[in-house]
């Protein structure tokens, strides 16, 4: 594996990671205990979730923009000669990771926004306060993770293709001294009917 693909892979995976680490702290430090002021508000006090589903929704953005900057488009692609099951897991790979990948940062940036300190005016919700579900954020870490996973495999796959098939490197014009034996310097005897020939010609 060269050198590029290994250090996308480090970066893409840590990011990965922290969005999934990001989003696990904010299900921990979520909303839970929400108070009705006099007035029948739901009062929301301010919670880490907020910054933590922010910076998890950031983080999981930025991997997958380095995945498709550097594998590109599959589907701007021209279909390379190689094995139609290796395309096929490519595709699969590619469009399950943006399917993981807008589910994981919607509900990242939703549950982080619920998380905000407010006062909900509307409190006529079955005379309950909205707080986000139990899970929520677990699942979108676990999601951030499918994305990073589906995304280094397509981009793998695309890049062992690329070896694989590259045309052979062009070996340009030799620039060299032409090779010629070396010439013999011991004395080579001539018949003398061979010399007077030579002489009368």
């Not at 919670?47 to 589907?75: D, H, T, Y």
Request: charge should be positive; glycine fraction near 6%; aromatic fraction near 8%.
């Amino acid at each position: 594996m060269e050198t590029r693909v290994k250090v996308v892979c480090a970066i893409v995976g840590f990011l990965g990671i922290l969005s999934a680490a990001l989003a696990v702290a904010g299900e921990a430090t979520k909303v839970t205990d929400v108070k009705v002021t006099d007035f029948g508000q739901c009062m929301y006090p301010r919670s880490p979730a907020l910054v933590l589903g922010f910076v998890a929704a950031l983080s999981l953005l930025v991997a997958q923009i380095i995945i498709n900057a550097v594998a590109g488009c599959l589907c701007c692609k021209t279909r390379p000669p190689s094995s139609n099951s290796r395309w096929t897991n490519a595709l699969i790979c590619f469009i399950l990771s943006w399917v993981t990948f807008v589910m994981a940062f919607l509900l990242l940036l939703g549950a982080a926004a619920l998380n905000d300190r407010r006062y909900d005016e509307n409190i006529s919700y079955g005379n309950y306060c909205l707080v986000v579900k139990s899970g929520v954020f677990v699942g979108a870490g676990i999601l951030s993770l499918t994305t990073v996973t589906l995304g280094l495999v397509y981009y793998i796959t695309v890049e062992s293709s690329k070896m694989m098939w590259a045309p052979p490197a062009n070996p340009g014009i030799a620039m060299g001294v032409p090779q010629v034996p070396p010439q013999s310097t011991e004395p080579v005897f001539v018949h003398e009917d061979t010399y007077n020939r030579r002489q009368l010609v």
